[in-house]
Nanobody, 122 residues
Framework: VQLQASGGGLVQAGGSLRLLCAAGRTSSNNGLGWFRQAPGKEREFVAAINWRGDSTHYADSVKGRFTISRDNAKNTLYLQMNNLRLEDTAVYYC?????????????????WGRGTLVTVSS
């Protein structure tokens, strides 16, 4: 399973960005997720989606602002980020789990893509 995140960039606080993750060769049966790592901090869970796309799970810090979705026909995972805050600045990673459900535990994810940097400015 190969994953490649894109869509990061510089945005002002309150703005929006949409991240994409091209999941080439990935099985549509994989649960998928987004994690992020801010400078000097550990990697943390952001959002997860099950294989069918009808079950999602979010970190409390992004609930109501971020939306995870997937298009299995295109093997693409999305993260719509609205009302961005300074504390959302981080490198964002997409990941694929071996199981089909949602998980907020990094060790549940077997495959990881290269991250994309999101910088939120004041």
């Amino acid at each position: 399973v190969q994953l490649q995140a894109s869509g990061g960039g510089l945005v002002q606080a309150g703005g929006s960005l949409r991240l994409l993750c091209a999941a080439g060769r990935t099985s549509s049966n994989n649960g998928l997720g987004w994690f992020r790592q801010a400078p000097g901090k550990e990697r943390e869970f952001v959002a997860a989606i099950n294989w069918r796309g009808d079950s999602t799970h979010y970190a409390d810090s992004v609930k109501g602002r971020f939306t995870i979705s997937r298009d299995n026909a295109k093997n693409t995972l999305y993260l719509q980020m609205n009302n961005l805050r300074l504390e959302d600045t981080a490198v964002y990673y997409c990941a694929a789990a071996l199981r089909s459900g949602t998980s907020d535990i990094a060790s549940s994810y077997r495959y990881w893509g290269r991250g994309t940097l999101v910088t939120v400015s004041s």
